[in-house]
């Protein structure tokens, strides 16, 4: 996978820890049939992400993004495009995070999220 970006955070006045918590997530950009993007909000903090998330022990990048689409957007997918690997680190938490970032057409969807 092609790695595309590492994004640290900007402005912060936390100084970088010496250890971070290791993640590892995927994500992806997923279009409707209207080429609407789906985005998911976290009201708890306050902002909108791609849909995605953690990758469990045992599971490979595809079947947790498979997984958590169907979760937090309620589709399965069709079309897998790899786009690449953002790397994050997150002082405030500390986090270290690799996401692996893909493109989909959705195939069904269970509700109205998308």
Excluded at 3 to 26: H, Q, W
Excluded at 35 to 40: F, I, P
């Amino acid at each position: 996978m092609n790695y595309l970006k590492t994004i640290r955070d900007i402005g912060s006045n936390v100084l970088a820890p010496e250890k971070f918590l290791e993640r590892k997530a995927s994500r992806a950009v997923v279009f409707d049939k209207e080429d609407k993007v789906a985005l998911c909000h976290a009201a708890k903090k306050k902002y909108h992400k791609l849909p995605g998330g953690e990758v469990e022990e045992g599971e490979d990048f595809e079947s947790a993004l498979r997984r958590e689409l169907m979760e937090e957007i309620g589709c399965k997918i069709e079309n897998i495009w790899e786009l690449g690997e953002i790397e994050e680190f997150r002082n405030g938490e500390p986090l270290h995070q690799s996401s692996f970032a893909s493109l989909q057409t959705f195939r069904e969807k269970k509700g109205s999220h998308i």
